[in-house]
């Protein structure tokens, strides 16, 4: 909105009367509503519940020639069984799942991650047994019903934002951590990064549940510990944003190559405003044999670039000049 109203385009903010986060933008003739932020008009719903869906949209990444993940993905009808007698047969059934699917994946650790789902939502690395993948999704599947286990790689977390077929931002995320001071507890360092992460986004959220947990534990600390000067504590093993993430910006040290590759991820989904997550090695390296895309965008979030260390992006400014040909 701010961007809109510096740059001569009206503002109208149908909130206060709708109760919904709806601004529709009008310059000349043209209006545009939109809808929480990234939901506009030329948003269709082929290219949103396609991107949505993070397995065909890597079967199709891959019939194109691009890298993904290999995945094996479950769906409600496979893990959903009638109880006989008491018997809870789908209690049985998804350890068995599991099992054939690390057999079909290989080497663990692997990722278990709803096959639709947002914002690392229910997302779980590092699991390496059949009884845990189990586990982790009876936990999560009265919020969603269908899953994928992929291979595990690790890489960078790369982000990359486009905009009518055009490469405009790239950042590398990195989990949520903090460092010590040698003074400090960590549950007191973990409540200052959640205020800081809520002050730039009131939606952002830094939980510390059973998994970060798990992770503290591996690196020998409790939250009523004193990390020592300068040591640094992950508190999470995914990289989004919304659960204390950082992003650097590395837009000016991506490869060259990244600028007729990303336009063609673009290509298969037809829309003007697309982001890519992807896992590459060293974003100054050839994408083709450095990228493997994990998902597609096509109504991202792009606080990544407003927030980035290194640089920001005004990503707001450049939608709205594409929409509205300024």
Same mark, same amino acid.
């Given at each position: 909105?701010? %961007? %809109?109203?510096?740059?001569?385009?009206?503002?109208?903010?149908?909130?206060?009367?709708?109760?919904?986060?709806?601004?529709?933008?009008?310059?000349?003739?043209?209006?545009? @509503?939109?809808?929480?932020?990234?939901?506009?008009?030329?948003?269709?719903?082929?290219?949103?519940?396609? $991107?949505?869906?993070?397995?065909?949209?890597?079967?199709?990444?891959?019939?194109?020639?691009?890298?993904?993940?290999r995945g094996v993905?479950?769906?409600?009808?496979? &893990?959903?069984?009638?109880?006989?007698?008491? +018997?809870?047969?789908?209690?049985?059934?998804? @350890?068995?799942?599991?099992?054939?699917? &690390?057999?079909?994946?290989?080497?663990? @650790?692997?990722?278990?991650?709803?096959?639709?789902?947002?914002?690392?939502?229910?997302?779980?690395?590092?699991?390496?047994?059949?009884?845990?993948?189990?586990?982790?999704?009876?936990?999560?599947?009265?919020?969603?019903?269908?899953?994928?286990?992929?291979?595990?790689?690790?890489?960078?977390?790369?982000?990359?934002?486009?905009?009518?077929?055009?490469?405009?931002?790239?950042?590398?995320?990195?989990?949520?951590?903090?460092?010590?001071?040698?003074?400090?507890? &960590?549950? $007191?360092?973990?409540?200052?990064?959640?205020?800081?992460?809520?002050?730039?986004?009131?939606?952002?959220?830094?939980?510390?549940?059973?998994?970060?947990?798990?992770?503290?534990?591996?690196?020998?600390?409790?939250?009523?510990?004193? @990390?020592?000067?300068?040591?640094?504590?992950?508190?999470?093993?995914? %990289?989004?944003?919304?659960?204390?993430?950082?992003?650097?910006?590395?837009?000016?040290?991506?490869?060259?190559?990244?600028?007729?590759?990303?336009?063609?991820?673009?290509?298969?989904?037809? $829309?003007?405003?697309?982001?890519?997550?992807?896992?590459?090695?060293?974003?100054?390296?050839?994408? +083709?044999?450095?990228?493997?895309?994990?998902?597609?965008?096509a109504a991202p979030?792009?606080?990544?670039?407003?927030?980035?260390?290194?640089? $920001?992006?005004?990503?707001?400014?450049?939608?709205?000049?594409?929409?509205?040909d300024l």
């Amino acid at each position: 909105m701010r %961007a %809109a109203s510096e740059l001569g385009i009206e503002v109208h903010d149908r909130m206060p009367e709708l109760g919904v986060d709806l601004v529709v933008y009008s310059h000349g003739t043209k209006s545009v @509503p939109v809808l929480e932020g990234r939901y506009d008009h030329e948003l269709r719903a082929r290219d949103f519940f396609l $991107t949505e869906d993070k397995h065909a949209t890597k079967l199709l990444l891959r019939q194109a020639g691009f890298t993904t993940p290999r995945g094996v993905a479950l769906t409600s009808g496979d &893990l959903e069984h009638p109880a006989r007698d008491g +018997d809870t047969r789908e209690s049985r059934r998804l @350890p068995r799942l599991a099992t054939e699917a &690390l057999a079909t994946l290989g080497e663990p @650790p692997v990722v278990v991650k709803p096959r639709a789902g947002m914002r690392g939502d229910a997302v779980r690395t590092n699991l390496v047994t059949a009884e845990a993948i189990s586990t982790h999704i009876n936990r999560w599947r009265h919020l969603f019903r269908d899953w994928i286990i992929e291979e595990q790689i690790d890489c960078q977390d790369l982000r990359l934002q486009l905009i009518d077929s055009e490469l405009v931002a790239a950042c590398v995320r990195e989990p949520a951590s903090v460092t010590g001071d040698g003074r400090s507890t &960590l549950a $007191t360092l973990v409540e200052q990064h959640r205020a800081e992460i809520t002050a730039a986004n009131p939606d952002n959220r830094l939980v510390i549940d059973a998994e970060a947990e798990d992770l503290l534990r591996e690196q020998g600390l409790r939250l009523d510990d004193v @990390p020592e000067a300068g040591r640094t504590v992950r508190l999470t093993r995914t %990289a989004n944003l919304a659960k204390g993430g950082v992003a650097i910006d590395v837009t000016d040290h991506l490869h060259p190559g990244f600028h007729e590759w990303a336009p063609a991820v673009a290509k298969l989904f037809d $829309t003007k405003i697309l982001s890519v997550d992807a896992l590459c090695a060293a974003p100054h390296k050839p994408p +083709d044999t450095n990228v493997t895309i994990l998902e597609v965008n096509a109504a991202p979030e792009w606080v990544h670039h407003t927030f980035s260390e290194n640089r $920001t992006h005004d990503i707001a400014a450049r939608i709205l000049r594409s929409w509205f040909d300024l």
